[in-house]
């Protein structure tokens, strides 16, 4: 089983630039963390300011690790969150069949 998590994020008007360049930095960097088992971004075809994060990690402390870990708090929560005009974050836990 894999903890998931699934955020959406709305730039403010003209910021979808910036929140891309974050979102390019943060991927390798969150692809390295041992408890990371997925990590890919996207960007809405209809609205180029919507972006959708599509995470999975070992556990539910992986993802806490994540959002401890020195990348997240200078580039997302020092820095991007303040260029958006949302931040909706869904978790959830894969079905094994």
Request: hydrophobic residues 35%; glycine residues 6%; charged residues 25%.
């Amino acid at each position: 089983m894999a903890f998931v998590v699934a955020a959406t994020w709305k730039a403010k008007p003209g910021e979808e630039e910036r929140i891309c360049e974050v979102i390019r930095l943060m991927t390798p960097l969150s692809r390295k963390e041992p408890g990371n088992l997925f990590y890919q971004a996207q960007v809405s075809s209809r609205d180029p300011a919507e972006f959708f994060l599509y995470e999975q990690y070992t556990d539910a402390q992986a993802y806490e690790d994540h959002k401890a870990s020195g990348h997240f708090q200078t580039h997302v929560a020092g820095y991007a969150i303040q260029y958006l005009e949302y931040r909706e974050v869904e978790t959830y836990e894969t079905i094994e069949g």
